[in-house]
């Protein structure tokens, strides 16, 4: 069994509830310490947790009582706390992008490396039956041989609900690098990694007003592209289109459709553990909803996190650094492309994680997570 992996958190803005209240409380995890700028904040987290001792975000970096730094900060700040806890021979796992930009996420990747410390990063939603499904329903052939896909979000921008969404639209921010990992790791575990990408880009707006919170009404910059859409080249020879956009009000596409000679798969939204996962055959008159058959049921925020401790020598942890690596760059390469206006090749590539098993709620919460694997220090 062993003891508890010890895992400490910087930053505690939103996301930052649903992690503690999915690790709080399991058999082979404990929370030790939290961090954030906001030091009222760090302490009024920690007084609500038994146990937990709240620090400063240095101090957390370098604690003894820390095997994993779980960095929910801003993504600006995703490169410089994962160097700070690798520094200090911590593993980390992240909230998404792995980093602001690719050079900063290959740095990160090559710090890891060289420390010999493992590195996860979100989306962990594509670990829950929605988009594991999917995934087995395709490798099953079930739409028979994919030929290509479609990925769709369109919102009018996150400055609605989100009381301080001036990130979203600073750098590392926008539509792409916010939701689209959720989309393109989907896509890798559906199709397979992305070889070549083609982009074109937009920012038709130059502000946002905040609309709800104590700064409602207040404008804010835009200083990315609100609008990103293009072409992925999969290594398989199956291409997607994509489109992530900050700028429309709704859409009737699915968020994904795969494609395939004798089939189409509606897939649910990515950016969520669950939704049903619907086939229609060549030759059929009707949509059919498929049962779940596999990952983790009643998923929450933080099992990609549990399933990177639980992971040991006979698998990689699935939501991997090389995965998020690999999203990184395909983002980037799309900005680049619009940019620049011609169709960029990637360096990197990443190998889709093993399928996740149909997993109970009960038995990921507790028997998934009993034994720690070669993320544990």
């Not at 050079?103 to 990160?108: D, E, T």
């Not at 041989?145 to 969404?165: I, N």
């Not at 034994?371 to 544990?376: Q, R, V």
């Amino acid at each position: 069994m062993g003891d508890p992996h010890r895992v400490g958190v910087v930053g505690l803005g939103v996301i930052s509830r649903a992690y503690l209240d999915t690790l709080v409380g399991r058999p082979a995890l404990r929370v030790t310490a939290v961090a954030d700028l906001d030091a009222a904040r760090s302490a009024a987290v920690a007084a609500e947790l038994p146990g937990v001792e709240a620090m400063s975000v240095e101090s957390l970096l370098s604690s003894p009582d820390v095997d994993t730094v779980l960095n929910l900060t801003v993504p600006a700040a995703h490169a410089e706390i994962a160097l700070g806890a690798i520094r200090h021979g911590k593993n980390v796992y992240g909230e998404k992008p792995l980093a602001a930009d690719f050079p900063a996420a290959l740095a990160v990747m090559a710090a890891a490396e060289r420390a010999a410390v493992g590195v996860g990063c979100a989306p962990d939603t594509v670990l829950g039956t929605g988009i594991q499904t999917a995934r087995a329903a395709v490798a099953a052939g079930s739409v028979g041989r994919p030929l290509f896909a479609s990925a769709v979000l369109v919102t009018p921008g996150h400055e609605r609900w989100h009381p301080d969404p001036d990130f979203y639209y600073a750098s590392g921010g926008g539509p792409l690098l916010d939701m689209g990992p959720y989309y393109l790791a989907s896509l890798v575990h559906l199709l397979g990694p992305v070889r070549a990408v083609i982009g074109a880009s937009s920012r038709l707006r130059a502000e946002r007003v905040i609309g709800s919170g104590p700064r409602a009404g207040e404008r804010i910059p835009v200083e990315v592209d609100s609008h990103v859409s293009g072409v992925l080249e999969h290594a398989s020879g199956a291409l997607t289109t994509i489109t992530t956009s900050f700028d429309g009000v709704t859409s009737t596409a699915a968020p994904i459709e795969v494609h395939g000679e004798t089939g189409t798969l509606a897939v649910p939204d990515p950016n969520h553990f669950d939704g049903a996962v619907r086939l229609f055959e060549l030759g059929g008159t009707e949509w059919r909803t498929l049962p779940p058959s596999a990952g983790y049921a009643e998923g929450t925020r933080g099992v990609g996190l549990l399933d990177f401790i639980a992971a040991d020598g006979r698998r990689a942890p699935r939501a991997s650094g090389e995965l998020a690596l690999h999203v990184m760059e395909t983002m980037s390469a799309l900005l680049r492309s619009s940019a620049e206006g011609r169709r960029i090749e990637l360096t990197t590539s990443a190998k889709p994680p093993a399928l996740v098993p149909l997993t109970a709620a009960e038995e990921w919460r507790g028997e998934e997570t009993a034994s720690a694997g070669p993320a544990a220090r």
